[in-house]
């Protein structure tokens, strides 16, 4: 699992840094804790709690995240340089900025919530995504959700 911005789609990366920004202007602390996750990686998360030890911490398998393809990342909020996991407003207040950039925060999700995620889907589907990237790869997934980008015909 990554860490890097280098590891995300460049205009999710340019977001992730202006959102960073805007957080260090308010004040607030935060960590970015997942950016790219490969498909055997995702079916491990998954794998939790249900055939693996742990408790459940995501619906998506292998090839069902947008961080299989660099499009999503998580992150955590600071306290005294550690991470706190139940700061609830402060993750609110973080993803109300994240969508202010623009970014489709888990937090508004259906079903599971994710509040410490954001994402940029792009208009597609990770079904979607997964048949792009068996084509033609990252490069081709990318060069897909750039074309929607530069078009407007996104969310």
Known sequence: MSRKLEDLIPILAIKASE????????GLEWVITSTWRPFHEQQALYDQGRTAPGRIVTNAKAGESFHNYGCAFDFAVLHDEKIDWNDLPTYRRVGELGEELGLQWGGRFKGL??????????????????????????SGVWKECNKKYEQGLWP
């Open 19 to 26: 959102l960073s920004k805007v957080i260090k202007d308010t």
């Open 113 to 138: 919530i994710d509040l410490p995620h954001f994402q940029m889907s792009f208009g597609f589907s990770t079904s979607e995504l997964l048949k792009i990237y068996q084509s033609g790869g990252i």
